[in-house]
């Protein structure tokens, strides 16, 4: 997957990241990827943003761990929303449009429910986390074992849905995706210390943030909601703009980055909210 669009790179606050484009009126983006891969994740999307919205600031960060990005003490999931919430004050950028992709979509909507931003693209991700965090608890003791690799394969097996895609999609996925063990075993270290209705009460919390501060929120999915996680929607953040893409696996804007590109683009036009960006402070306890 080649791409004419130069990336230049930098490191803010210990995050490395491709920096494209120049600050203005538009809202700068800010890319999370998932766990295991890194910023290149978003240089196909990003590379057809530059024909659709040139010049637009985006800012796809390596998470800590992955990428150029060193190991942080902590990869609890509220310090991981730290570390990127000082990546980007050292960046400068003002209210930006939160984009991630899998675990990242919680992260960027913990990041919106606690400091101000524009709105919210969720790729592949799900506030409703009980029942993932029920079958990560069920295999934490395989995950910390010698049986990682295999428990991990059999994860990814499920959860990519690799065969939907395009063989090109498939291997670039595959040369990207970089597992390891002690990385994964900290970024779902929330999913182990947490019961399944200590996580569902903070993922509500959060879920409410974001509806009262009014932002936009989109998710593209690359399949059809199950029927649960869209009664939780309906409750809990009626106005989420769904977008499902079928036959793109759990890498929707890799399958289509054209058509991603294109929503990123309408971010331009997300203007500030009512109000005085007020957060409440959303945490886990």
Known sequence: MQHLVQFPSAVYAGLAADDLGRSDDRP??????????????????????????????ALAFDLPGHGDSPDAPSHLME????????AVMEARLEDPVVVGHSVSAATVS??????????????????????FAGMAQSL???????????????ITASVFRTEQVAPDVRDFVLATSQPRQEIVLGYWQDLFERTPPELEAWMV??????????????????????????AWLRTNMPEVRTK?????????HLAHPRRFAEILAETGAWGRPDGDHIRHAVTSA
Do not use: C, K
Request: glycine share 10%.
């Open 79 to 86: 310090a991981i929303v730290e570390r990127v919430h000082a």
């Open 140 to 154: 934490e003791p395989v995950l910390r074992g010698p049986g990682f690799d295999d428990a991990w394969a059999r």
């Open 110 to 131: 913990i990041y919106a429910a606690r400091y101000p931003t524009r709105g919210v693209v969720a790729v592949e991700g799900a506030l409703r986390v009980a029942d």
């Open 205 to 230: 919390g959060v879920a409410g943030a974001i509806r009262e501060s009014g932002v936009p929120f989109v998710a593209v999915v690359g399949e059809d909601p199950s029927p649960e996680d869209v």
């Open 28 to 57: 700068p983006l800010v890319l999370l990827h998932g766990l295991t891969f890194d910023r290149r994740m978003w240089r196909s999307a990003l590379a057809e943003l530059e024909t659709l919205d040139p010049g637009r600031r």
């Open 244 to 252: 499902v893409w079928p036959h793109s696996g759990h890498f929707p």
